[in-house]
């Protein structure tokens, strides 16, 4: 089993930023992937960042790209992201995710078999 846990989301600013963390524990060392979701009300939950577990090979949803940032800390227990120049539209509930296995699919939320409770990130024009 892994356990997952948000924290770091908030109210701000369009032009804004935050860092958002998950902090990762139980039997980590299996995993495969870690992702960022988000889910706005009355839509699909939505990838936003993933990384294999090595740290190796990162990916983003265009919405994001050269504006968000994932990474790890060293010890492999928590992942971060990285959010700038925030705009109205990236205001939802972020959800970090865990998958165990291989999988070439990493954009896709139904290859996660852990999720955190989820953070609100809110961004006013």
């Known amino acids: 089993q892994v356990q997952l846990v948000e924290s770091g989301g908030g109210m701000v600013q369009a032009g804004g930023s935050l860092r958002l963390s998950c902090a990762a524990s139980?039997?980590?060392?299996?995993?495969?992937?870690m992702g960022w979701f988000r889910q706005s009300p009355g839509k699909e939950r939505e990838f936003v960042a993933a990384?294999?577990?090595?740290?190796?090979?990162?990916y983003y949803a265009d919405s994001v790209k050269g504006r968000f940032t994932i990474s790890r800390d060293n010890a492999k227990t928590t992942v971060y992201l990285q959010m700038n120049s925030l705009k109205p539209e990236d205001t939802a509930v972020y959800f970090c995710?865990?998958?165990?296995?291989?999988?070439?699919?990493?954009?896709?939320?139904?290859?996660?078999?852990?999720w955190g409770q989820g953070t609100q990130v809110t961004v006013s024009s």
């Open positions: 995710a865990a998958g165990r296995h291989f999988t070439v699919q990493i954009t896709t939320r139904t290859v996660y078999d852990y």
């Open positions: 990384m294999t577990w090595s740290g190796a090979n990162t």
């Open positions: 139980g039997r980590t060392s299996s995993m495969y992937a």
